[in-house]
T-cell receptor, first 113, second 109 residues
Framework: DGGITQSPKYLFRKEGQNVTLSCEQN?????MYWYRQDPGQGLRLIYY???????QKGDIAEGYSVSREKKESFPLTVTSAQKNPTAFYLC????????????FGPGTRLTVT | KNEVEQSPQNLTAQEGEFITINCSYS?????LHWLQQHPGGGIVSLFM???GKKKHGRLIATINIQEKHSSLHITASHPRDSAVYIC???????????FGTGTRLQVFP
């Protein structure tokens, strides 16, 4: 079945450590996105990539980094510079030119203590 | 003021009741998306619409472009409908989705 996988489901890290969240899709979608979800707030866009080897900052990119070396994969690194990293992170993908119809992964809940 | 506002924030209902969730937006849109998020966190798409009305099973979504308003209706609600429902506007200026904060629905047997 085609879809988006994110791993792990739950992740725990100590403050000051970088951590990388995985996102893989087999939908053959060109565009991929990373969102952050906090209680009482709508999803906020961190980074997005419309094509391999290219990506753009979203609304809250500070303290995060991404890479897009393969069409299927769009890993997100939460760096120690991110002041409030504890959140639920969602990855999504869409066909080129169809950014409104996004397919979402199951999410990763990151807790930093 | 958020560009996409949902109401109510929380909603409880008895099984069988008719449910309405509202979404108002202030941006120009190309499409509006209704999403469902279950307690585990994963999000599924329910509807994407740019005009009129769409129906899928017990779910109906409507949009009024002039009033910048959309509604999601659930007929004959069931406990398995309990979830967070999220409205997302596809802005034609930025080509991105702008998300509402969600409506948490609990349906009791």
């Amino acid at each position: 079945d085609g879809g988006i996988t994110q791993s792990p489901k739950y992740l725990f890290r100590k403050e000051g450590q970088n951590v990388t969240l995985s996102c893989e899709q087999n939908l053959n979608h060109d565009a991929m996105y990373w969102y952050r979800q906090d209680p009482g707030q709508g999803l906020r866009l961190i980074y997005y990539s419309q094509i391999v080897n290219d990506f753009q900052k979203g609304d809250i990119a500070e303290g995060y980094s991404v890479s897009r070396e393969k069409k299927e994969s769009f890993p997100l690194t939460v760096t120690s510079a991110q002041k409030n990293p504890t959140a639920f992170y969602l990855c999504a993908s869409s066909r080129q030119g169809d950014s409104y119809e996004q397919y979402f992964g199951p999410g990763t809940r990151l807790t930093v203590t | 003021k958020n560009e996409v506002e949902q109401s109510p924030q929380n909603l409880t209902a008895q099984e069988g009741e008719f449910i309405t969730i509202n979404c108002s937006y202030s941006v120009g849109i190309s499409a509006l998306h209704w999403l469902q998020q279950h307690p585990g966190g994963g999000i599924v798409s329910l509807f994407m619409l740019s005009s009129g009305k769409k129906k899928h099973g017990r779910l109906i979504a409507t949009i009024n472009i002039q009033e910048k308003h959309s509604s999601l209706h659930i007929t004959a609600s069931h406990p398995r409908d309990s979830a967070v429902y999220i409205c997302a506007a596809g802005s034609y200026n930025t080509d991105k989705l702008i998300f509402g904060t969600g409506t948490r629905l609990q349906v009791f047997p």
